[in-house]
C-alpha cells in the first residue's frame, strides 16, 4: 500500500495548471476543505490560501507569512482506493525507508535536490503520521505524511527567514487531518470486540 509516487507528483502538477482561489481567510482557527478531506489549525494572523486544480489532481493549501510557510497538499492514491481504515493506519504504522523518502523528496517542489536529516514515526493519534526532517539549500523542512483511503495528505513546514521554528510547524502539523476522523475513529471503537472482565479471585483458603 505505497504512498502516492515522485511520478505521481509530477504529472499532477505537469497534467493541469494550479489555480489560485482568490481569496485567503485571515487569523483563522479552524480551516476545512469543501470536500473534507482536508482540514487543519491554523495560528492567529496566517492567511489560508487554497490553491486548487481539477478533482483527480493535487488540492494544495498555504498557509503562513512571509517568514513562516506550511504547504499542504491531497494527493490521490489509487493504490489505497479500495483500503479500510485499519488497512491505512497498519501501512503507515510502518516506518518509510530511506528510498521512499528519496523519492519523495525528489517529487515534491518545496524539498526537491533535499536530503533526509532524520525520520520518525508518530502514532500518538488515531491514525499515525510519517514525520521527517529534510535539509535543504536554504534551510530545514519539517514533513508530515499521513493516509485516508484513496488520498494522503502531505505537509511541508519551512522558515524563509529567522530562526527555525518547530514547535509551531508541530502545532500545525498536529493538526492536520480529516473531516471524517472523528467518525472513523468512533466507528473503529465500535467494531472492536469487547475486553472480557477479568476473572474473579479468591483468597487461599476460601
Request: glycine share 8%; hydrophobic share 45%; aromatic share 8%.
Amino acid at each position: 500500500m505505497p504512498h502516492a509516487s515522485a511520478k505521481a507528483w509530477r504529472a499532477a502538477f505537469a497534467g493541469a495548471a494550479v489555480l489560485a482561489a482568490g481569496f485567503s481567510v485571515a487569523a483563522a482557527e479552524q480551516w476545512i476543505a469543501e470536500d473534507g478531506r482536508m482540514q487543519m489549525t491554523v495560528p492567529d494572523g496566517w492567511p489560508v490560501d487554497p490553491l486548487t486544480g481539477p478533482s483527480d489532481t493535487i488540492q494544495q493549501i498555504i498557509v503562513g507569512t512571509a517568514d513562516q510557510e506550511c504547504r499542504v497538499y491531497t494527493v490521490p492514491n489509487p493504490g489505497t482506493a479500495s483500503a479500510t481504515t485499519q488497512q491505512i493506519i497498519r501501512a503507515f504504522a510502518q516506518p518509510f525507508t530511506t528510498e521512499q523518502w528519496d523519492q519523495i523528496i525528489s517529487g515534491v517542489p518545496i524539498v526537491r535536490n533535499g536530503a533526509l536529516a532524520n525520520a520518525a514515526v508518530d502514532s500518538s493519534g488515531f491514525f499515525p503520521r510519517q514525520e521527517a526532517q529534510i535539509a535543504t539549500a536554504d534551510g530545514l523542512v519539517h514533513a508530515s505524511i499521513q493516509g485516508r483511503p484513496g488520498y494522503d495528505l502531505y505537509a511541508f513546514c519551512k522558515t524563509y527567514s529567522g530562526p527555525d521554528a518547530p514547535e509551531l510547524y508541530n502545532t500545525v502539523l498536529d493538526s492536520i487531518g480529516a473531516a471524517g476522523d472523528a467518525a472513523a475513529e468512533a466507528a473503529a471503537q465500535a467494531a472492536a470486540p469487547a475486553t472480557p472482565a477479568p476473572a474473579a479471585t479468591q483468597s487461599p483458603g476460601s
